[in-house]
């Protein structure tokens, strides 16, 4: 006969006053704010983000009782889990993050699919960074993890703490975290005694001299009058704003023009008032900065307000600026110089390139000349470098005066071999710029003959000006883009370079320990016929000894060293150059700081300088590192598709180890048959060559790989034009 004994009120009796003596811990969440600022010269706002955590219990579970931590860090707060610390990870990975990636030449790796089964509540990033953290004491504790590195960002991020003792008493909280910049920029404004009332408005940023700011690009910083900034739900679009009652509301243009309202202006990013804000004699004048997270500073001076408005007769100077290709050129600096007090005047070119000098007084003497300095990298690139190579040498001389001046590098009127040493420096990431200015603005109405090129002038004078002048016009060349590829606008889509050539390299997996000299032959998996190329190598514990020429022959002046473990190139040809897979491009050779492998420890980035090919047309075309991990490969290998997803063209690459016939199978997400293509295989490395048109469709598919008894099965996508 069973018997059935029941104990639930014998353990609800005995255990449950045992549990009701302690306490659930508790986690004390507190949000924190990160200082942004650069922590390089020159380079992006960031901040060293370090969270805490503080834990309490007042009764613990039981005698030297242990709280086990857990924190997912979902940055950007989009859903995924970035970082992740748990005192259920790898104890090696303590006071330190370690990068977990997903994927690993195309597949899936061991170690992200574990962490993925230990957390299956979580969305890990494919990106992801762990860090082992200490159990500790049930007392008051608190808990900091390893900092790194983030910029700044309008969003929060969220990190989700969570605790849990000996007795699996736990408690959850969420704490956010965000970097800003709360840095004011530096307000300097321009000397000003007496003003001779010429316009019908002052606009805050004419009276500018060169303010900054740590975090904000001098051209996105705000400027405003009074410490009054326009209606925050407004600043990209115009309208007139005034203070009432200590709050900035709308206001009229009536308003604006009697002086008693501001008037704001998004494309100058500028506010204005009109002649009447001012009164004759003495005025103390604000202007106000603001940077892009909207702290703000501002800087007085004293304006002594001469005469009327309308009591000299003025005129107007106007132009437009345009690149040679005839792109307008928005947000170039025009400035207008002349004996007045409140010489000179800056204003910025708008729509269409143009800009317009309005009350001028008569008889008078002006001088007008444009700048612009944004990012001297813009447009520039080795293939720059191969056109000025050619020129040079007469293989294809330039047949256009502009192209001439862009080459001038070291600005010294000519067009040499230390040109190219100058922008390939710029290029390399050595030199921060040129020693020539990032543009050039020769006035248009001059000789442009190939005959008269250097020098070119960049100033048009007006003496006793007396009549409204039109045409006032330049053209801008940026300095090292003999090509035109120079991005002049967020929406300028003509310089954009897409491109489906990708040009694969492979490299041999070596492991390493600390002392060992490394040397990586690095190898070509097609024939190809280049122009040259550049590229930057992020090598992780080792330290760039020599480069070993090969087909390509670098010498010191195309490679820029860094201390940060990255090392650019910049290889220009004149004629060019075939690529067998047989000889290597070139061996790298490296000193071991610490022990690790090729595959984990070589990287090729764009950090320092944009992964790039050209082809024999000119054309450019990415590159790929392949690190494969077999030092003599002797296996058929098919790899993914490059690039995935793809819109137009895309390459499979595939070793042979012989000769023999290959087919390459493409059908659909049913197994349905699309295309077949048959290949005359030969042994090493190649890539096979599929456009859009020969499948016909897009949308998810599949392509099998056929070689003697090999057959291998890998996705693609295709994505409608």
Known sequence: MNRIITITAFFIAIFGMTLSSFADPILICQDMTFKAFPLIPLGPCESNVQLEMKASIESPCQENDELSWQVSMDLWADGTVDRLGSSQLNVEWLNQW???????????????????????DLILHDELYVTYIVPTSSADVTVMLPGFILSTHSNNHI????????????????????????????????????????LEEAWAKHFDKLSFDDCTPNENLLFT?????????????????KKEEGKVVLASEEEYTAGKAYKWDPDLKSAAVSIFFFKPGRNEVIVSVWDEALNTDYCIFEMHVEGHPYMYMTHKLSGQIKTIDGRFLNDASVINESILPEFPLQIYTKDEGQFIFEYLPSQTNYTIHAEKEDYP????STLDLVFIQRHILGIEPFDNPFKIMASDGNDDGRVTASDINEIRKLILGVKPRMINSSWRFPVIHQDFSMKHIFPYIEKYEFLDLNVDTTGVDFIAIKIGDVNGTAVIDLQDKDTEIRTSRVWNWAV???????????????????????????????????????????ILQPDESEIGRFENGKTSMSLALAHPMHVNTETPLFTLQFLAEDAGSISNNLQLTSDMTTVEYYTKGFQVGKINLRVNQNSTQSQVAVYQNEPNPFNTQTQISYYLPENGPVSITIHDMMGRKIREFQIDGIQGHHAFEISQDQIGTSGTLYYTFKFNEFIETKKMILLDK
């Open 225 to 241: 009058f009074d410490e009054v900034l326009p209606m925050e739900s407004m600043l990209l679009e115009s309208h007139y704003y």
């Open 377 to 380: 990298i813009n447009g520039v």
């Open 98 to 120: 370690i990068k977990i990636d997903r994927y690993e030449n195309g597949q899936e790796t061991q170690a992200w699919l574990q962490l993925q089964a230990q957390y299956p």
């Open 508 to 550: 041999a997996n070596q492991t390493f320990k600390a002392g060992d000299i490394i040397s990586i032959p690095v190898y070509s998996n097609e024939e190809t016929d280049i122009y040259g190329c550049q590229l930057t190598f992020n090598a992780q514990n080792l330290t760039l000894i020599d480069i070993e020429g090969g």
């Open 159 to 198: 990190a989700t703490w969570k605790i849990t003792d000996n007795c699996g008493n736990n408690d959850q909280c969420n704490q956010s975290f965000v970097v800003k910049d709360t840095k004011a920029p530096t307000p300097i404004c321009i000397s000003i005694r007496n003003f001779i009332f010429t």
